[in-house]
C-alpha cells in the first residue's frame, strides 16, 4: 500500500514538474530570444514578466473554438492530445535522481525503472508524430496536410540516427536499463566524453525529433502558414504547443541520462560530508540532474534563435546521406575498439 | 489483477481490430490499427515478454504504420472510392471463411492435450532474444535480412523511373 502511494506520489511530482517546467519554458524562450534580438520581452506581467505563462494560458482558454468546414472533428480534437501524451509518457522511465530515504525506507527517484527502458523511450517516442500527422490531416487544408507530411517523413528519418547514436551506449553498459547506464557514468567517464560523435548525432537529431529550429520544416512559417496546427484555436493550439515544450523536456533529460552522467556530479559527490548526509545526498542528486536539464534546455533555445532553417530537401539529405553513415561508422568504430580490449 | 488487465487488453484488441475492417475512413481504419497494435503490446507485458511489447510499439505501430499514414494521406483516398464492406456480397463470404478458420484453431487448440506454454526465450530480457536470433537460428535470421534488402533494392529499382531524355522541343525551350 504505501508502495502504491509512493509511485502515486512521484507520478503526481514529475508530472507537476514537468507542466510547471512547459509553462516557464515558454517565458524562458521569449526572454532568450528577447535578449538575443536586443529587445526586453514579456515584462508588463508581475515582476520579469513572471507571471505570463498564466496570463497566456487565461488567454487560450477564452479564446473561440474553431473547426474548420469540412474537417474530421473527432480526429481535429484527438491530434492535440496524441502529441502531448508520449512526451509525459516517457518522463516515466527517466531516472531524475539516485535515492532519498522516505518512510523507514529508500525510495528510488523513478516512476519506473524498466529492464527495457531505452527501448521504451523510443518506442513510445516514435508515436508523437502520430498526433502531427492526424491533426494535419484533419484540418482538411492544404498547408497542415503539407506540414503532416513533411513531420512524418522528417521523424521516420531521423528516428533511425537517434536509434544508432546510442547503439555503442548500450554496447558499453550491456544493459537497456537507464539507471544501469547512469550508474556506469558514475564509475566511468560521461558518453559525453568518450563518445563525442554519438552524442553530436544524438542531439542533432534530437532537435529534429522535437520538430525545433534548425529543423522545424513541419511548421515552417513562411512556407506553410504555420504547418500542421495552422487550424488551430484556442486550447486545441495549447495542446500541440505544450507537446511541443514537453518532448523539449524529455529530449533534454535523455541527453542527460544517456550522455552527461545523469544525475552524477562528479568529485562532489564522494565528498565525506556527503556520506554521512544521505538526504542531502539524494537532494544534491536531483539539484544535479535539473542543472544539466536547464542547461540543455537553454541550449535548445539558443539554437532556435541563432541558426537559419533548412530547406526540405537539405533537411532529408543531411538525414540519411550524412547522419546516417555517420552513426553506422560510430558503431562501428565502437565496435573495433571493444574488440581491441577483449583482446 | 493480471486477469482483469487481460481481458481489457484483449477487449481492446479484438473491438479495435473490429473498427478497423468496419470503418469506411481509411485514416480511421489506419489509427485504429494503430490501438489494436496497442493492445497486442500489452498482452505481450502480461506474459512478461518486455522486449517483444516494446518492438512491437517501436516498429509497427510507430514505425510501419505512419508510413501506411503517410501513403493514404498522398494518395488522398475518399470513403466514397471504397467499396463499402458493409453491403457487399463478399462480407457474407468473409464471415463464412473467418467463422470456419476459427472452429478450425479453436478445435486444434482444444485437442491439445499438452501444454507446451511459450517459448522462455521470448519473455523477460533482451538477452534471451538475443542469444536465440544470434547463436542458434543465426543462418535464418541472416537469411531473412538479406531477404529484406532484395525486396528494398527490387521495389527501389522498380519504382525508378528513366530520367526523361532532353527532346528537341525541350532543347529549343
Known amino acids: ?343 | 489483477m493480471e486477469t482483469v488487465l487481460f481481458y481489457l487488453f484483449a477487449a481492446l484488441t479484438l473491438a479495435s481490430g473490429l473498427m478497423v475492417i468496419t470503418r469506411r475512413n481509411p485514416v480511421a481504419s489506419a489509427l485504429y490499427l494503430v490501438l489494436c497494435f496497442f493492445g497486442l503490446a500489452g498482452i505481450y507485458v502480461l506474459m512478461d515478454a518486455y522486449f517483444l511489447a516494446a518492438i512491437q510499439i517501436a516498429v509497427y505501430a510507430g514505425a510501419i504504420m505512419v508510413l501506411f499514414l503517410f501513403v493514404i494521406m498522398l494518395l488522398r483516398l475518399e470513403p466514397t472510392e471504397l467499396p463499402s464492406f458493409m453491403n457487399s456480397w463478399s462480407k457474407r463470404l468473409y464471415v463464412a471463411v473467418t467463422l470456419v478458420l476459427g472452429g478450425v484453431f479453436l478445435g486444434l487448440d482444444l485437442m491439445r492435450t499438452v501444454n507446451t506454454g511459450a517459448d522462455s526465450a521470448l519473455t523477460g530480457e533482451a538477452g534471451a532474444i538475443a542469444d536465440r536470433l544470434f547463436n542458434r537460428y543465426l543462418l535464418p535470421f541472416e537469411v531473412t535480412a538479406l531477404l529484406l534488402l532484395v525486396a528494398i533494392v527490387g521495389a527501389v529499382v522498380m519504382a525508378r523511373r528513366e530520367s526523361p531524355k532532353p527532346t528537341a522541343s525541350m532543347e529549343e525551350v
Not at chain 1, 535548445?300 to 561508422?329: C, H, N, T
Open chain 1, 1 to 343: 500500500m504505501t508502495g502504491l502511494l509512493i509511485t502515486l506520489g512521484k507520478i503526481l511530482a514529475v508530472f507537476t514538474v514537468t507542466m510547471l517546467t512547459v509553462a516557464y519554458l515558454t517565458l524562458l524562450e521569449r526572454k532568450v530570444c528577447a535578449y538575443i534580438q536586443l529587445r526586453k520581452g514579456p515584462n508588463r506581467v508581475g515582476p520579469w514578466g513572471l507571471f505570463q505563462p498564466i496570463a497566456d494560458g487565461l488567454k487560450f482558454v477564452f479564446k473561440e473554438d474553431f473547426v474548420p468546414a469540412g474537417a474530421n472533428r473527432a480526429l481535429h480534437a484527438v491530434a492535440p492530445v496524441l502529441a502531448m501524451a508520449p512526451a509525459l509518457t516517457t518522463c516515466a522511465v527517466i531516472p531524475f535522481g539516485s535515492t532519498l530515504p522516505m518512510f523507514g525506507g529508500e525510495v528510488n527517484m523513478i516512476i519506473a525503472d524498466l529492464s527495457i527502458g531505452v527501448l521504451f523511450v523510443f518506442a513510445i517516442g516514435s508515436l508523437s508524430v502520430y498526433g502531427l500527422i492526424t491533426g494535419g490531416w484533419a484540418s482538411n487544408n492544404k498547408y497542415a496536410l503539407f506540414g503532416a507530411l513533411r513531420a512524418g517523413a522528417q521523424m521516420i528519418s531521423y528516428e533511425i540516427t537517434l536509434g544508432l547514436a546510442i547503439i555503442p551506449i548500450i554496447m558499453a553498459t550491456g544493459s537497456l536499463r537507464l539507471s544501469d547506464i547512469v550508474a556506469y557514468q558514475g564509475a566511468h567517464p560521461w558518453f559525453m566524453i568518450v563518445q563525442p560523435l554519438g552524442f553530436l548525432l544524438f542531439v542533432v537529431a534530437s532537435f529534429a525529433e522535437t520538430n525545433r529550429l534548425p529543423f522545424d520544416i513541419p511548421e515552417a512559417e513562411p512556407e506553410l502558414v504555420a504547418g500542421y496546427h495552422t487550424e488551430y484555436s484556442s486550447m486545441k493550439f495549447a495542446g500541440f504547443y505544450m507537446g511541443e515544450y514537453a518532448a523539449m523536456i524529455t529530449a533534454a533529460a535523455l541527453i542527460v541520462t544517456l550522455f552527461c552522467g545523469g544525475y552524477h556530479l562528479p568529485w562532489l559527490e564522494n565528498l565525506n560530508f556527503f556520506k554521512e548526509h544521505a538526504t542531502l545526498l539524494g537532494l544534491l542528486h536531483i539539484g544535479t540532474f535539473l542543472a544539466k536539464m536547464g542547461i540543455c534546455l537553454f541550449g535548445f533555445i539558443w539554437v532556435r534563435w541563432s541558426l537559419p532553417r533548412f530547406r526540405y530537401d537539405q533537411l532529408m539529405k543531411l538525414g540519411w546521406k550524412v547522419l546516417l553513415p555517420l552513426g553506422l561508422i560510430n558503431i562501428l568504430i565502437y565496435g573495433l575498439f571493444t574488440l581491441k580490449d577483449s583482446i
